[in-house]
């Protein structure tokens, strides 16, 4: 049984950091997509970072160069370290799952998802 459970999420000030840690339990990162997704008060959920069995990383365009996804697979975990976050980058991030080789994109191609983490960016 796949379960997901997200932390690290908090108040920080513009221009900060936080790490988000998104641990999975019945998960094979080798066969699994993991990504992070995040949903901002009163817009839709959104994708934010993916990373394939095979490392592969890719990222909106609007966090590349200030967000980074990465796995520990003996810890059975996935980070995505935030930077340089911005007021806009406020929203609840959520981690999700599923079984493929390449990345997905659309929401419905995911079968696991955490209950979220909250990160608001104020100063």
């Known amino acids: 049984q796949v379960q997901l459970v997200e932390s690290g999420g908090g108040l920080v000030q513009p221009g900060g950091s936080l790490r988000l840690s998104c641990k999975a339990s019945?998960?094979?990162?080798?066969?699994?997509?993991m990504s992070w997704y995040r949903q901002a008060p009163g817009k839709e959920r959104a994708l934010v970072a993916s990373?394939?069995?095979?490392?592969?990383?890719n990222y909106t365009d609007s966090v590349k160069d200030r967000f980074s996804v990465s796995r520990d697979a003996a810890k059975n975990t996935v980070y995505l370290q935030l930077n340089n976050l911005k007021p806009e980058d406020t929203a609840v991030y959520y981690c999700?799952?599923?079984?493929?080789?390449?990345?997905?994109?659309?929401?419905?191609?995911?079968?696991?998802w955490g209950q979220g983490t909250q990160v608001v960016v104020s100063s």
């Open positions: 999700a799952a599923t079984v493929a080789t390449s990345i997905r994109a659309r929401e419905d191609e995911y079968d696991y």
């Open positions: 990373i394939t069995g095979d490392g592969i990383t």
């Open positions: 019945g998960v094979n990162f080798r066969l699994h997509v």
